[in-house]
């Protein structure tokens, strides 16, 4: 018993949390690219939060449920439609055997996230569930999804239903501020190229997917052309050669030799995943104390 998809996707995913403690071996993190959406979802139906969920990247996609169970819609504001009746998102609904749901065009923010109750019955690889393309590991056969996959997952006759308040369902800005911790590296970059990468504000080219987003606006210069190949954080800013800074994302590579500028907070990182190219970002200094700070509250909200 579970729940079909109907047609062809362009991008939907299964992803949980990622895999960990495998960066020595070439295996990324990977895992949802929008932790907050992802843990609220996951909130909403009282599942474990790291249950597994479906990211959804692009408008139109449709299932079909085969038994009974309960759902939370969350991410980007959507067209969402159950049996053809248009519904809000950021909250739950039960859904019976024989149901057909629809994501329809994606109207704000990129990244749509379907959570069931208690999960997908996916077996892990490497302690995850999350779909690593490049790596061909997790989801269903290290693949997205496809017409006619079959996720299965334990029926539900629970009848609750609960909803985000407004206050919390966040709004995608036209220009987004990201906090970053100056890097150790940052001594290999001249003061007015520091102050030139917080005063300028740049722009989300289309080399934006779950790898990284490189951005375009002044170039930055450092004072070395590269590094020693070294492991990369999740948000760390690289600077390659032509200047353009690159952010670091959950798909990325494990190691890299380009110099490193900053870190944005991951907490950021969420909002960034939502973003589209043409939008606008800027930079702003935080300490690395305040940094631990706002990351422990964020986390500490859904303990």
């Known amino acids: 018993m579970s729940l079909e998809v109907i047609n062809s996707p362009i991008l939907a995913l299964i992803?949980?949390?990622?895999?960990?403690?495998y960066s020595s071996i070439g295996v990324t993190s990977s895992g949802v690219m929008d932790e907050y959406a992802y843990n609220i979802a996951n909130s909403l139906l009282g599942n474990e939060l790291q249950s597994n969920i479906i990211e959804i990247a692009f408008s139109n996609i449709i299932f079909k449920a085969?038994?009974?169970?309960?759902?939370?819609?969350?991410?980007?504001?959507?067209?969402?439609?159950?049996?053809?009746?248009?519904?809000?998102?950021?909250?739950?609904?039960?859904?019976?055997?024989?149901?057909?749901?629809?994501?329809?065009?994606?109207?704000?923010?990129?990244?749509?996230?379907?959570a069931v109750?208690?999960?997908?019955?996916?077996?892990?690889?490497?302690?995850?569930?999350?779909?690593?393309?490049?790596e061909?590991?997790?989801?269903?056969?290290?693949d997205k999804l496809k017409k006619g996959d079959i996720l299965e997952f334990k029926s539900s006759n629970s009848f609750f239903n609960k909803r985000l308040k407004k206050e919390y369902i966040p709004s995608y800005e036209e220009v987004l501020n990201l906090r970053v911790v100056l890097s150790y590296q940052k001594d290999f970059f001249k003061q007015e190229e520091i102050d030139k990468f917080f005063s300028n504000t740049y722009t989300i080219t289309n080399e934006f997917n779950r790898m990284g987003c490189k951005l375009h606006g002044e170039k930055i210069a450092c004072d070395i052309e590269g590094i020693i190949s070294e492991g990369?954080?999740?948000?760390?800013?690289?600077?390659?050669?032509?200047?353009?800074?690159?952010?670091?994302l959950k798909d990325r590579q494990t190691i890299?030799?380009?110099?490193?500028?900053?870190?944005?907070?991951?907490?950021?990182?969420?909002?960034?995943?939502?973003?589209?190219?043409?939008?606008?970002?800027?930079?702003?200094?935080?300490?690395?104390?305040?940094?631990?700070?706002?990351?422990?509250?964020?986390?500490?909200?859904?303990?």
């Not at 739950?92 to 065009?105: E, F, R, S």
């Not at 109750?117 to 490049?134: A, D, M, V």
């Open 66 to 114: 085969s038994k009974d169970t309960k759902i939370a819609i969350t991410g980007a504001k959507c067209e969402f439609f159950i049996n053809d009746i248009s519904l809000d998102t950021w909250q739950t609904y039960n859904i019976k055997a024989g149901d057909i749901m629809k994501i329809g065009k994606i109207l704000s923010g990129s990244r749509v996230y379907l």
């Open 256 to 303: 890299g030799g380009y110099p490193k500028i900053a870190s944005v907070l991951n907490i950021d990182c969420f909002k960034l995943s939502q973003c589209k190219p043409l939008q606008k970002v800027r930079f702003s200094p935080i300490s690395l104390d305040e940094a631990q700070e706002k990351v422990k509250l964020f986390y500490s909200s859904f303990i």
């Open 136 to 142: 061909k590991l997790g989801g269903l056969n290290g």
């Open 232 to 248: 990369i954080s999740f948000g760390a800013i690289q600077i390659p050669k032509d200047g353009k800074p690159i952010i670091l």
């Open 117 to 134: 109750f208690k999960g997908f019955n996916i077996k892990k690889e490497f302690g995850s569930n999350s779909t690593t393309l490049k």
């Open 15 to 21: 992803q949980d949390k990622g895999r960990f403690s």
